[in-house]
């Protein structure tokens, strides 16, 4: 008998309606090199307009008030052809970003990530492979988009051999994956991109003691967070995605060969060869002698990682050495493996595959150039210190100061990013509004940071925009030739709502009890 649910007749349904116009609303967008474009063209404009008007702006805890200056100006043009290359090179993100990526480059490319992924699946017994898939999946942003393309069928994989239903660790793992995308519990070059964009547009509310944001300033909200979510996406898998699977009666056995992902075949092997496993034993064990070496560093009275006063927090030069520690780690992880499987037999080898980590970011490095220059006209105009007054003074006006606004805000970042899929691009333009003005109402830049990553991932698994819907879709196929992209976000949404209520509930949790963020990181900025 045919499943239903596989009739083309019954494809267009009001779910598939919305989902195409998201669809086609999305493809109007200009990609995101134009769109920041046309962004800063428009911010030069208004900040040229308000400069005619001689508008000015009072920054609480500034003693001059702040003039707004225009790009189309004698002084904003000067401006501009003065500071292009600084805008670009001093744009934070990459000092952050550029250093992390190269050593997840070696840890990855020399297979480490791929085989420790492997090995978590393949040691876990039948009943918890659904909570490993969960969990596994949302600390997966550490390999990076490609764990849109790994973690699904490594899933499925395991699934089948255990008896369970491959559709139902395909579609986990890629719900976990995309859903989970902005949480781990190990930082990441995203934390690292965050931060500096972060950090970047206080510059525009210089009269605010905020703490700076570094990639371990939300690690407390993230582990949490990543701990949470693994364990409700394990939960949908078990308890609603695969028996849905098999009261539709979809196949637990591939029925097409076409769609091939391009996946490297020697990583979706389930199980590992002694060689990988004796890998993954000494990158192990590198990491705690690694671990031991700085503890004693830091720990000793004498260190020179210490603060004037002695201690680590809330700030000291070992804070401001997490880009180096997170580097090393990665680095004599990722070559400790390499040696001994043999993907790394010499130094070149390890510098090629941080150039082929170069290579796969070359996308963003371009798009960089016109991030840092929008950026910076923002903080440069005073348009920034404008928009973030105005805003707070007006949230404060109809009583929106305190978790509300938060929620607010989570909603519209849900909401633009089934438009805009890149993280980066969003936390752009949500940041040079929204973290002054959160400020403003006294919440750390850490705590804005974090609410974002709530709004950033939830809807990730079900916009047509996400390029590896695509992906998973050919996958989908091999078990189910007629399932079209309608059926796939369905498929999805019972991950979407949870993972946004119970990640909006954590947020709570570390407001109304004023917890730490990450080390050193307030939720509220200091009287």
Excluded at 347 to 364: C, I, N
Aim: net charge negative; no cysteine.
């Amino acid at each position: 008998m045919d499943n239903p649910t596989l009739d083309p007749k019954v494809r267009i349904t009001r779910m598939d309606k919305l989902l195409n116009g998201v669809e086609r609303v999305g493809n109007k967008l200009p990609e995101p090199f134009m769109l920041f474009l046309l962004l800063f063209l428009i911010t030069g404009i208004v900040s040229t307009a308000m400069a005619w008007a001689n508008v000015v702006v009072e920054v609480p805890g500034s003693d001059e008030p702040t003039v707004i200056k225009g790009l189309f100006t004698a002084e904003g043009l000067t401006w501009l052809t003065t500071s292009l290359g600084e805008n670009y090179i001093g744009f934070p993100p990459l000092l952050t970003v550029m250093p992390i990526l190269l050593a997840i480059g070696i840890a990855q490319h020399s297979g480490m990530l791929a085989a420790a992924v492997r090995k978590l699946f393949g040691s876990s017994p039948k009943w918890l492979l659904p909570y490993v898939v969960g969990f596994v999946g949302v600390v997966a942003s550490i390999m990076a988009d490609s764990a849109f393309v790994v973690i699904p069928p490594l899933a499925a994989l395991v699934f089948k051999a255990a008896g369970r239903h491959p559709v139902a660790g395909l579609l986990g793992g890629f719900a976990a994956a995309g859903a989970g995308y902005s949480t781990n519990i190990f930082p990441t070059s995203l934390d690292a991109l965050f931060a500096g964009i972060t950090n970047s547009v206080m510059e525009s509310l210089p009269g605010i003691d905020a703490t700076l944001v570094n990639p371990v300033s939300n690690w407390w909200f993230n582990i949490a967070s990543s701990l949470v979510l693994g364990f409700v996406a394990g939960f949908i898998i078990d308890k609603v995605i695969e028996p849905r699977m098999f009261r539709q009666g979809i196949p637990i056995d591939e029925v097409a060969v076409e769609g091939d992902t391009g996946t490297d075949a020697e990583q979706m092997r389930a199980k590992l060869t002694p060689a990988e496993n004796k890998g993954l034993l000494i990158a192990v064990l590198s990491a705690v002698v690694l671990t031991a070496l700085v503890l004693w560093a830091t720990l000793i009275p004498t260190s020179p990682w210490r603060n004037e006063e002695g201690g680590f927090l809330p700030a000291s030069p070992l804070l401001s050495s997490i880009v180096f520690l997170v580097f090393i780690y990665f680095v004599v992880v990722g070559i400790a493996y390499g040696a001994v499987v043999g993907t790394i037999r010499s130094t070149r080898d390890a510098v090629g595959m941080m150039s082929d980590a170069l290579k796969e970011m070359l996308p963003f490095i371009v798009l960089a150039f016109i991030l840092g220059q929008f950026i910076a006209l923002f903080n440069w105009s005073g348009i920034g210190s404008w928009i973030a007054v105005t805003g707070a003074n007006g949230l404060q006006s109809i009583g929106l100061t305190g978790f509300a606004a938060l929620v607010g805000f989570i909603i519209l970042a849900s909401f633009l990013n089934l438009f805009i899929i890149s993280g980066s691009g969003m936390w752009t333009i949500m940041a040079a509004v929204f973290v002054p003005m959160f400020a403003l109402l006294g919440y750390e830049p850490a705590a804005t940071q974090a609410a974002f990553r709530v709004g950033d991932s939830a809807t990730q698994v079900i916009t047509p925009m996400n390029p590896y819907m695509v992906v998973l879709l050919g996958m989908l196929r091999k078990y189910e030739p007629q399932a079209g992209l309608g059926s796939l976000i369905a498929r999805m949404l019972p991950f979407v709502i949870p993972f946004w209520l119970v990640w909006t509930v954590i947020l709570a949790v570390f407001f109304f009890a004023d917890l730490p963020l990450g080390p050193g990181q307030d939720f509220y900025l200091a009287d």
